[in-house]
């Protein structure tokens, strides 16, 4: 007799289903080469459903998903998950309300994730598309977007992340030489967020090469 799922597999063929459309895009847009990124969804109050590590997410289908609890333990499945599941369930922890976290690594995100480094963050200011962040209603004003330094050891990164979203309303940040990470209260608007984080980064590089 097998036991009961502690989670609702019905739940879990929606959400991969929408993780699956969403994804097979993401990477036929070019920003998931060799593998790489890795995109979750909130199944419940203690388990998410995530990419299975080392997959081809331009290619994902039912069986690249699976389900981890909020301590990156995998449930009911011996398939290994994203080697950067801490960094995903760590977001499901701390807020209710997020539902949705997306890790890619677009030719964009990763330059801007070099160059600037050095200051520790991005600074997208005054542009329209500041308003496609949740609860942005301006295009005034400054919004700051993290770049910590890369690592293989997610419990080394987790508290940076974690002191940063203390300080500010966030939706995103980026990991040098790697990638960005963008999360939203369910998958449209984390691909929104996702979205507008790869059209400003490109505008700031744009503007430093035409100003070279
Ligand atoms: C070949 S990409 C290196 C790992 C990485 O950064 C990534 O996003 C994919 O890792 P996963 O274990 O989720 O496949
Ligand atoms: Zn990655």
Redesign the pocket.
Known sequence: MHSPLPYDSQHLRQLTGELITHVRELGHAGWTP?????FSMRLDERHAAI?????D?SKLCESDVMVVDFDGRPVATEL??????LLHTQLYRRAREIGCVL?T?SLVQTVASRLFAPQGHVRFEDYELQKAFAGNHTHQGAIDVPVFANTQDMRELMPKVETALETRPMWGYLIEG??LYAWGRDMPEARRHLEAFEFLLACELKIRELKR
């Open positions: 060799a593998t790489s990124s890795n990419t299975v590590s080392g997959r997410k290994r998950p994203s080697a950067e599941t890790h690594h790697h990638g």
